[in-house]
């Protein structure tokens, strides 16, 4: 792989020298034989070297920055680099995704070293393994509660309509047409209809908006 991508780089850069190096309009980016924070741009038939900000490399899928992803969503395989922190208050990279705390319902996104505070969706909180918002009662070894982050105690004998769905049983948010809660082995999970339904807390099923009282306000235009 590395032997093809040396060749494709050598063969732009001679292909640039006559005047066909690159495809005469757009935008295409190859990465660099050598190093995984540069690589190849073609813009409008002209060939540059570019380097990734810091806390970015190049995977030819990033699109954090210039083409650029977060370093640790990147294979390199054998290609180089070197991941100097350029940092700042709340910003160990000028580029990064952060956790505000362990278990937070928030994160830090950082861009040129500016922190920038980024909510999970209600009843998710920041997983540092994944990146990402996640279920809280995934990440319990964290130290998360989900009962303190959703809301709401999974009951410890199901009863009424909600037992229909054992093991999974379901329960409706007061006031909430879009969403509802599961208890997953006895922990509260947010979760939500999609595809333009809407939780109906009678049947404590997803419906079309018009079939459920008080949610026909979301229907689709």
């Known amino acids: 792989?590395?032997?093809?991508?040396?060749?494709?780089?050598?063969?732009?850069?001679?292909?640039?020298?006559?005047?066909?190096?690159?495809?005469?309009h757009g935008v295409v980016a190859y990465p660099h034989?050598?190093?995984?924070?540069?690589?190849?741009?073609?813009?409008?038939?002209?060939?540059?070297?570019?380097?990734?900000?810091?806390?970015?490399?190049?995977?030819?899928?990033?699109?954090?920055?210039?083409?650029?992803?977060?370093?640790?969503?990147?294979?390199?395989?054998?290609?180089?680099?070197?991941?100097?922190?350029?940092?700042?208050?709340?910003?160990?990279?000028?580029?990064?995704?952060?956790?505000?705390?362990?278990?937070?319902?928030?994160?830090?996104?950082?861009?040129?070293?500016?922190v920038h505070p980024e909510p999970c969706e209600a009843g998710l909180a920041y997983d540092e393994r994944t990146h990402s918002c996640n279920w809280p009662d995934l990440m319990l070894e964290q130290g998360c509660n989900p009962e303190q982050i959703?809301?709401?105690?999974?009951?410890?004998?199901?009863?009424g309509k909600a037992a229909k769905f054992y093991p999974f049983p379901r329960y409706a948010i007061p006031g909430d047409c879009s969403r509802s809660i599961t208890c997953v082995n006895g922990f509260p999970r947010i979760t939500a209809c999609g595809e333009d339904k809407v939780f109906d807390a009678e049947s404590l099923t997803c419906d079309e908006p018009e079939l459920v009282p008080g949610c026909a306000h979301l229907k689709r235009k």
């Not at 590395?2 to 005469?24: I, K, M, S, Y």
Request: aromatic residues 12%.
């Open 1 to 24: 792989m590395t032997r093809v991508l040396a060749v494709l780089a050598l063969a732009l850069l001679a292909g640039l020298a006559n005047g066909q190096g690159c495809p005469e």
């Open 150 to 159: 959703v809301g709401f105690k999974c009951p410890e004998k199901v009863t």
């Open 33 to 114: 034989p050598e190093l995984c924070d540069h690589f190849y741009l073609c813009t409008n038939g002209t060939l540059t070297e570019e380097v990734c900000e810091n806390g970015l490399l190049f995977d030819g899928k990033g699109a954090v920055h210039n083409h650029c992803n977060y370093h640790w969503a990147v294979d390199c395989g054998v290609r180089k680099y070197q991941l100097v922190p350029l940092s700042t208050p709340g910003c160990e990279f000028q580029f990064g995704i952060y956790a505000e705390a362990p278990c937070s319902p928030q994160y830090y996104k950082c861009a040129f070293g500016v």
